[in-house]
Nanobody, 119 residues
Framework: QVQLQESGPGLVKSSQTLSLTCTVS??????????WSWIRQPPGKGLEWMGV???????FYSPSLESRTSISRDTSRNQFSLQLSSVTPEDTAVYFC???????????WGRGTQVTVSS
């Protein structure tokens, strides 16, 4: 059973870079056919997919966030990370990391972490 845990600061100042890490247990981030995503939910709004890094280390991003988003991984620590630059209060949200086994359709979520951007 894959388990995911988000970590990072809960408060970030406007114009700074938001950095979060997802620690994975119960499976390897290099396992074939797995995709590792960051998804967020602003207050009162729906889920927003931000981007993904796959088992081969290839990254893809939401077009609306691509210019500010970077997703990377550390295979030695079995972690993947999100960096979102030039944040504003509109980036305030609960941030989730997510894993999908694209071969079998299994879907795993972290508990989410609240990030507030102060103006």
């Amino acid at each position: 059973q894959v388990q995911l845990q988000e970590s990072g600061p809960g408060l970030v100042k406007s114009s700074q870079t938001l950095s979060l890490t997802c620690t994975v247990s119960g499976g390897s981030i290099t396992t074939s056919y797995y995709a590792w995503s960051w998804i967020r939910q602003p207050p009162g709004k729906g889920l927003e997919w931000m981007g993904v890094i796959d088992y081969d280390g290839r990254s893809f991003y939401s077009p609306s966030l691509e210019s500010r988003t970077s997703i990377s991984r550390d295979t030695s620590r079995n972690q993947f990370s999100l960096q979102l630059s030039s944040v504003t209060p509109e980036d305030t949200a609960v941030y989730f990391c997510n894993a999908i086994d694209t071969a079998w359709g299994h879907d795993y979520w972290g508990r989410g972490t609240q990030v507030t951007v102060s103006s």
